[in-house]
């Protein structure tokens, strides 16, 4: 009978005590483990978001170098580089080159005048020929590297147009040089200048002078208000070919209304 009781004890199993108990040592030792992985989980994923900021810059900074290498004739640089405003002054007919600024132009090998600025543009209208065309590209954000071309005009003043005479914003290409996934959420900005003296204090340029290199201070933020810093550096922009610095306008509107084609 003893022997009987003893063996039925053995078979009854686990009770729901046991597994209760059972349970609540799981969740407390379950607590303890995600209390350590979760700081080096974070940890973890804020390296590697790191680390993909710092591909984006280095592979920015590359296609920049590129870019800005084939300038030719003259480079200037413009305070601001989104809107019309930012680029033609009305009363003159353009506006007067900076030291240091959010938008680069100069001449290509080509001959067309290149626009280079982090601050997107309106919507803008394709002209071929002096005229007009259907094809319109759409607002273009900000935060993301993005080239413009123009043709400039024929005569001794060489200028271009950069808008039709209602201000529309006119181009004769515009051109995203990274797609929109490739930024991964973040928003690059680059400020451009000429060199610097000893005490890092930019240097003023006046027209004509030679222009050695370029300065471009490139950040990428996390956030489109540019408040949430990632990474960022400071790179020289060297020339393939002799340029000289342009304080002049070299952009106007048009005076009368493009023709279509």
């Known amino acids: 009978m003893t022997m009987e009781k003893t063996r039925k004890k053995r078979n009854a199993g686990t009770t729901l005590v046991e597994l209760v108990v059972a349970m609540l040592l799981f969740s407390m030792i379950s607590l303890i ?111 993301r590297l993005l080239t413009r071309y123009y043709a400039r005009e024929k ?16 181009s004769r290409a515009v051109s995203s040089v990274f797609t929109e996934g490739y930024y991964m959420g973040n928003y690059l900005k680059i400020t451009f200048s000429y060199p610097t003296d000893a005490g890092g204090n930019v240097i003023h340029l006046d027209t004509d002078a030679d222009v050695a290199y370029l300065v471009a201070d490139v950040e990428l933020y996390g956030d489109q208000e540019l408040t949430e810093l990632i990474v960022q550096d400071s790179v020289i922009l060297d020339f393939k070919y002799p340029v000289k610095c342009k304080n002049s306008p070299t952009a106007k509107k048009a005076q009368s209304p493009l023709e279509h084609y």
């Open 155 to 170: 005569g001794t003043n060489r200028l271009y147009l950069y808008t039709d005479s209602d201000e529309t914003l006119i």
């Open 33 to 143: 483990v995600i209390g350590v992985l979760s700081p080096a989980a974070k940890i973890f994923v804020r390296m590697q978001r790191l680390q993909f900021a710092q591909i984006i810059l280095d592979n920015t900074i590359d296609e920049l170098r590129t870019i800005v290498q084939e300038a030719t004739e003259y480079v200037k640089i413009y305070a601001n580089g989104k809107e019309t405003t930012d680029i033609i002054s009305t009363g003159t007919g353009g506006d007067n080159g900076k030291d240091q600024g959010l938008a680069l132009e100069f001449l290509n090998q080509q001959g067309y005048v290149v626009l280079v600025s982090t601050q997107g543009c309106g919507q803008t209208t394709i002209v071929r020929g002096g005229k007009l065309t259907d094809q319109e590209i759409e607002v273009q954000e900000a935060g």
